[in-house]
């Protein structure tokens, strides 16, 4: 499975971002993705899963980010987006997205990354 990530940037503190995920199959078909952020010196990380997009879904966040990113499929845009509000340079990072399941089935495909560059 393709994804190509969009929407990174350079924007000042307290200002937001959408990043979008497109992949290169139904987002209705994927289980489980997730987006993930790598900065420099430092391991890649979760920042927020979604599971079930089919359905009712769920979602869950790391603690940095909880109240301020939001996960969630677009069926129009046949994206998986990440809303990140309020951000910080401490944000600043590559972010990727990550398909953890597919038709039921586990797999582990990456997009190239996005940069967001959070400034002070």
């Known amino acids: 499975i393709q994804l190509v990530e969009s929407g990174g940037g350079l924007v000042q503190a307290g200002g937001s971002l959408t990043l979008s995920c497109a992949p290169s199959?139904?987002?209705?078909?994927?289980?489980?993705m997730g987006w993930y952020r790598q900065a420099p010196g430092k391991q890649r990380e979760l920042v927020a899963g979604?599971?079930?997009?089919?359905?009712?879904?769920?979602?869950n966040y790391a603690d940095s980010v909880k109240g301020r990113f939001t996960i969630s499929g677009d069926n129009v845009k046949n994206t998986i987006d990440l809303q990140m509000n309020s951000l910080k340079p401490e944000d600043t990072a590559v972010y990727y997205c990550?398909?953890?399941?597919?038709?039921?089935?586990?797999?582990?495909?990456w997009g190239q990354g996005t940069q967001v560059t959070v400034s002070s």
């Open positions: 199959v139904s987002i209705f078909s994927i289980d489980a």
């Open positions: 990550n398909i953890r399941n597919y038709l039921g089935v586990e797999v582990d495909d």
């Open positions: 979604i599971t079930g997009i089919s359905g009712s879904g769920s979602t």
